[in-house]
């Protein structure tokens, strides 16, 4: 007889077997992903990691996150609502907002969590939400968490978006976009954006994780830039761990939408407080940020030179409006391969292919940042040329 086992008849060893089958999967398409841990100091060229202005390993920035431990300790002890809230969190919530221009600020333990926590706490049962159909994987998590009427649409098209609104059968509505798209680098239209959700009476939530420290005046990022960033209907979200090189993230918008999500928002409420070392790590860097505001600016002219010499190798690169550019190639197999070989070849390169991207195109994902030299780019796009696959040039 063919009966389906039951549980009590599958043994213990084999209760995970599932799993070897996927895993199976995965590597004969070519899309197993290796955890490659790298030393403190390394003569590796980094093109993959997200410390755009190099302030990571600053003596300033480290130094006032080793101060911190000392003085506070390695935890914040408990959720913010409890003990995990210090000094250092007002503070840096206070200079987050003066240097955005928005009303206020909170932060969370991670960019992920204070996604999650804006889209769930302005959405809910009685809401749709509009998204474009790229956004950040934490973006969409919150979405999923919401129980509300979701419409992903066409990528950085506000029309679809009016018309996405316009069709709606809820209410109250939010329009949640990436400012800078983590995949391709390439800009959400957020100026369209925010008439087309004021249109409509939406409210619109603005992922600012890459534009923060590298675009808009100073680095106050796009939002900024877009001149929305103190509108009543603009919700915008930031990560400290990129820019800033140091760990967390934190919703910035009207007083009384933080008050919000203070009250309500599950990854703030039930998450331990951003440890002391990340909130002085994140006040410092924004120092720096303010006494060099020229830092930014470099980071775009590297991001654009890189850009140029790889087109001019005839390669397909995506246009450098940021940090982040892509290079696309053959196939996922070919990705995976291609980044190895510029590992080997001293150059670090982010590898992305499916299922993280939404749209099936693998791509090398190129990241700069302020302390590269020219001789460095033209390093790196030596070492990517000679690693490239087969028909990745055109
Ligand atoms: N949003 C975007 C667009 C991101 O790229 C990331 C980080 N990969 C996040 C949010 C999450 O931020 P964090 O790493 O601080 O959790």
């Not at 790298?38 to 190099?54: H, P």
């Not at 982010?350 to 993280?356: D, T």
């Amino acid at each position: 007889m063919n009966a389906r086992p039951t549980s009590e008849s599958v043994p213990a060893e084999q209760v995970f077997d599932w799993l070897d089958a996927e895993a199976a999967r995965r590597a004969e398409a070519g899309l197993t992903r290796k955890l490659r841990p790298r030393g403190a100091s390394t003569a590796e060229l980094d093109l993959a990691g997200n410390d755009y202005l190099g302030l990571a390993r600053d003596k300033r920035v480290a130094g006032a996150a080793a101060a911190a431990t000392l003085r506070w300790g390695t935890g914040s002890t408990g959720s913010r609502l409890v003990t995990g809230s210090t000094e250092l969190h007002a503070e840096l919530e206070h200079e987050l907002a003066r240097f955005c221009g928005v009303q206020a600020a909170l932060v969370f333990s991670s960019g992920f969590l204070a996604n999650v926590a804006a889209v769930t706490a302005l959405s809910g049962a009685e809401s749709a939400i509009v998204t474009d159909k790229y956004i950040h994987a934490s973006l969409i998590e919150g979405c999923r968490l919401s129980r509300s009427d979701v419409a992903a649409v066409a990528h950085a098209d506000p029309a679809a978006v009016g018309h996405a609104l316009a069709t709606r059968r809820k209410a109250r509505a939010l329009v949640v976009t990436d400012s800078v798209f983590s995949v391709d680098g390439d800009l959400a239209p957020l100026t369209e954006l925010s008439a087309v959700s004021r249109e409509h009476g939406a409210a619109l939530l603005v992922d600012d994780a890459h534009g923060f420290g590298v675009l808009g005046e100073g680095g106050r990022g796009a939002v900024h830039a877009a001149g929305l960033s103190a509108e009543p209907d603009v919700v915008t979200t930031i990560t400290l761990s990129k820019a800033l090189g140091a760990q967390g993230g934190a919703v910035l918008g009207p007083r009384r939408v933080i008050r919000h999500l203070v009250e309500t928002a599950r990854s703030f409420i039930f998450d331990t407080g951003l440890a002391p070392a990340s909130a002085a790590a994140a006040v410092a860097a924004l120092g720096v940020l303010k006494t060099e505001p020229h830092l930014p600016a470099k980071v775009l002219a590297s991001a654009t030179r890189l850009a140029d010499l790889l087109r001019e190798e005839g390669f397909a690169v995506s246009a450098p409006r940021s940090a982040v550019i892509s290079v696309r190639t053959p196939s996922a197999s070919g990705a995976v391969g291609w980044a190895e070989r510029c590992a080997e070849g001293g150059i670090r390169v982010g590898c992305f292919r499916p299922p993280s991207v939404p749209d099936g195109v693998s791509r090398l994902r190129l990241t700069v940042h302020a302390g590269l030299t020219e001789s460095d780019v033209d390093t790196a796009v030596k070492v990517i040329s000679e690693a490239a696959p087969p028909g990745a040039t055109s």
